[in-house]
């Protein structure tokens, strides 16, 4: 049976760099399993994560990792959680086995057992060939493979990753993803993952966590959040787009321009009869003097809920 | 069939060490990554040599005895010896501090392997202790250690402990001048290591804050006519100090008292540093 219980909890918290308020009060609570936790640049992702770690202290709120008050037992908060940052980092000198082996004794490990799990799990993230060569010399891929290695070596309970595809080959990120989704879907280790992408989000995760400024902009289930309350269709048009967008707006409907030339129209509510949604923005665009030349229903994606989040924030 | 090994992700079930041990995993990888490489090890060897031309002439100092008076009294060994020896060792002292310590915390920044360490279940003062740890075993290692053995030698070959009962202070004096020396240069050389990524830039601000330290003294001194400030110098200061621990007239004319405090002074900040500077994450305000 799978474990319900939450993995993090956060419950208003509000941490502080200098002036700089980069979480706001937040509440929000992962389950276990795979959550993402999403959100724009400068979003607070990040620094969730670290304060999750004990890096840096909150000054108001409460942090829960495993049912563990982290300012309480940082350290035995550690001993069940790995980390794979987002920036480069390796202990200097060392090829990947001693650097692996290493942070398992690091994390409390005999040594012969922290040794063993290293070979183990650098086969296991696919860096078996490469183990003995040195760190340093390592390309981008191999080094977000060794991360993982290392956040994995001591069997942690969680796993925070913090964009963990970043300047991956598209090969590459999809084994990254493989990895990721195998750990948190047969593996039976909790995970966060915090990106900015939201392919990797939604092929990973069932869960999600959106942030915006420092605070929480929407979280629940994947499919909970794209939900039946509305309908996404795609639509390109000639003619003027603002008084378009202006009138969609106006009866009700959400747009969001793509970088293509293909709009997203979201239409929000409880289906109608069939071809309504159609009708209606026909309609609006025969009132705005526009021209539909492309109409078609989208499945909503990650994107859509991450949009309205943000807009919603 | 089973496959011969799994290679696939498995849980660990074995046993796990309580927290609070970090420490010695880091100071035993740092000791033996300095132990393999060649350089130090030439330096280390190097170190001891001071010792074994001593240790001859205690040899030659209790063989000879009488038979050869003029000799004798040459090589007369005498607790000023022990002062002396530490003196000479200090040279290697500063190198030893150099080369080990300058990239002990620098070249960890430049890896950003801060944010792995701390990340595991261990405190910030355990990863300081630990690196703090490999400084100390070795530049221990070139001043307690070979001090006491020549100590220990003086007895075997004078065959009688009437010099170490007749100077039974020479213990104490010899071990808290090693620890004074080996503290001082430890935490100074962790701490300039913690403010930068480049260990070679740290081994030049070491080397400054100790060859400038005692460039200012020497122009202040000459400026006002007198060893009174001398306390401005971190070598002096040690000097001074260990000076008065072996029993001798102090060489300078400042009070010993403030060469003792400006000494903990330096331990104090160093350790400030460190706090501030050994974190997970660098806040950039």
New interface residues.
Partial sequence: MADISPAVVLDRVTVVYGTNRALRDVSAVFPSGAVGLLGPNGAGKSTMLKSLLGFIPPVSGRLEVLGLNVADKPLEVRARIGYMPETDGHIPGMNAVTFVAYCGQLAGLPKADAMQRAHEVLFYVGLGEARYRNVETYSTGMKQRIKLAQALVHDPDLVFLDEPTNGMDPKGREEMLELIRDIAHNKGISLILSSHLLPDVEYVCDHVVVLDKGAVATQGTIDDLKGPSGRVYEVRVKGELAPFIAALEGAGMECQETDEDVMRVFVPGPLGAAGEDQRRICTIAGQSHTQVRHLKASLPTLEDVFARAIGEA | MSPIHD??????Q?????????WR??AG?GIR?MLAKRVFLGLFIFAWIPFIVRAVQMYFATSLGGSVPQASAFLSISPNTFRDFLDQQSVFVFFMTIYIGA?LIA??R????L?????????RMEYIGGKLLVLVSFLLSVTLVPALLLLVLQAAFAGNLTFLRANLFLIPAVVLSSFIIVTVASFTMLALSSLSKSSRFVAVMYTGAIFFTSALYGALSLIFGSTRVAWVSIGANMEQVIDVIFRKTPRYEVPTVICAMVLLALVVVSISVLERRV???E?V?
Avoid: F, T
């Fill in positions: 290679q696939s992700y498995r849980r660990y074995g046993d796990r060490r309580p927290v609070g041990h970090a995993v880091i990888d990554q990239g070249n960890d430049r890896a950003n392997a944010q792995i360490y701390l990340s595991k279940p261990m405190l974190r997970g994450v806040v305000s």
